[in-house]
Nanobody, 129 residues
Framework: QVQLVESGGGLVQAGGSLRLSCAAS????????MGWFRRAVGKEREFVAVISRGGSRIYYGGSVNGRFTISTDNAKNTLYLQMNNLKSDDTAVYYC??????????????????????WGQGTQVTVSS
């Protein structure tokens, strides 16, 4: 069992930055791929970013590539999402999640929310234009 707790959301103006955190209940990053997803009102859940177990592979969703950075602090069992140059379209509830995926898994697996077993409760990010 892995418990995940997100924090760091809030209200920010367009062009600003936020850093989301996801605290894991135990050491997870060597055992699980860790991802960020988001869901905006009236839209489907969207893949944002993922880091594979051990950190050898990182993928970003097309709409955030070049603006967002995913990282981990193994000593703190914490996953981060640094979000820069935020846009109104980034407004959503952001979730972190853990997936028991082998390192050789393909991109489709890493970006599919159905592969993720453990989820946090989400943190709201609102970007004002």
């Amino acid at each position: 069992q892995v418990q995940l707790v997100e924090s760091g959301g809030g209200l920010v103006q367009a062009g600003g930055s936020l850093r989301l955190s996801c605290a894991a209940s135990r050491r997870t990053f060597s055992s699980y791929a860790m991802g960020w997803f988001r869901r905006a009102v009236g839209k489907e859940r969207e893949f944002v970013a993922v880091i594979s177990r051990g950190g050898s592979r990182i993928y970003y969703g097309g709409s955030v590539n070049g603006r967002f950075t995913i990282s981990t602090d193994n000593a703190k069992n914490t996953l981060y999402l640094q979000m820069n140059n935020l846009k109104s379209d980034d407004t959503a509830v952001y979730y972190c999640a853990a997936a028991d995926l082998p390192s050789y898994s393909g991109t489709d697996a890493y970006t599919s929310s159905t592969k993720y077993r453990y989820w946090g409760q989400g943190t709201q990010v609102t970007v004002s234009s």
